[in-house]
């Protein structure tokens, strides 16, 4: 059975970093492409990044181009997401997803909450 | 990156059949054909239900069928259940491995 798990959420002042990371089980990690997903409350689901199978090649909306990374881990089976100099509008649920081919995704995980606030 | 525009909600009653439509432009939904559909029910994490335009994942009834024509993609769910009511996301690819989302459609089972 396919399995993600996000975790790392929180609360963190404007300006401040915050890394999530997501655990992946129940397939061969290493050959798909992943994506992070956000929806901030209340809000529709907007795209943030993608990685290739071997972290190769890597992108990003342009909002966060610049203060979020996105890296994996294919030994642990692991997605990460480092943000920095976060900002009110990064507020959100992030969401770790199995690309098809990084242009879908089929399997999701729970989401993660990230709080942003003075 | 603009997102893709939706209706902000449709309705229907049991066993009928609803659209739901998502319009882009030549640079994403018209451009390629991966137009996906996604269903969120109320804290829950979204559900793929149609990729690649029409293409159903294995599990999905047959109920959920997409297609597209020029820059608008549709989503129809036909035999309506008290179930489907949810919110519905199309996405579409942008360009390079890049993803764009619609606003979201709330669909109302009456």
């Known amino acids: 059975e396919v399995q993600l798990v996000e975790s790392g959420g929180g609360s963190v002042q404007p300006g401040g970093s915050l890394r999530l990371s997501c655990a992946a089980s129940g397939f061969t990690f290493s050959n798909y492409w992943m994506t992070w997903v956000r929806q901030a409350p209340g809000k529709g689901l907007e795209w943030v990044a993608n990685?290739?199978?071997?972290?190769?090649?890597?992108y990003y909306v342009d909002s966060v181009k610049g203060r979020f990374t996105i890296s994996r881990d294919n030994a642990k089976n692991s997605l990460s997401l480092q943000m920095d100099s976060l900002r009110a509008e990064d507020m959100a649920v992030y969401y770790c997803?199995?690309?098809?081919?990084?242009?879908?995704?089929?399997?999701w995980g729970q989401g993660t909450l990230v709080t942003v606030s003075s | 990156q603009s997102a893709l525009t939706q209706s902000r909600s449709v309705s229907g009653s049991p066993g009928q059949s609803v659209t739901i439509s998502c319009t882009g432009t030549s640079s994403d939904v018209g451009g390629f054909n991966y137009v996906s559909w996604y269903q969120q029910h109320p804290g829950k994490a979204p559900k793929l239900m149609i990729f690649d335009v029409s293409k159903r994942p294995s599990g999905v009834p047959d109920r959920f069928s997409g297609s597209k024509s020029g820059n608008t993609a549709s989503l129809t769910i036909s035999g309506l259940q008290a179930e489907d009511e949810a919110d519905y996301y199309c996405?579409?690819?942008?360009?390079?491995?890049?993803?764009?989302f619609g606003g979201g459609t709330k669909l109302t089972v009456l």
């Open positions: 997803a199995r690309a098809i081919y990084g242009r879908a995704n089929d399997y």
């Open positions: 990685i290739k199978q071997d972290g190769s090649e890597k």
């Open positions: 996405c579409s690819y942008a360009s390079t491995y890049r993803l764009v």
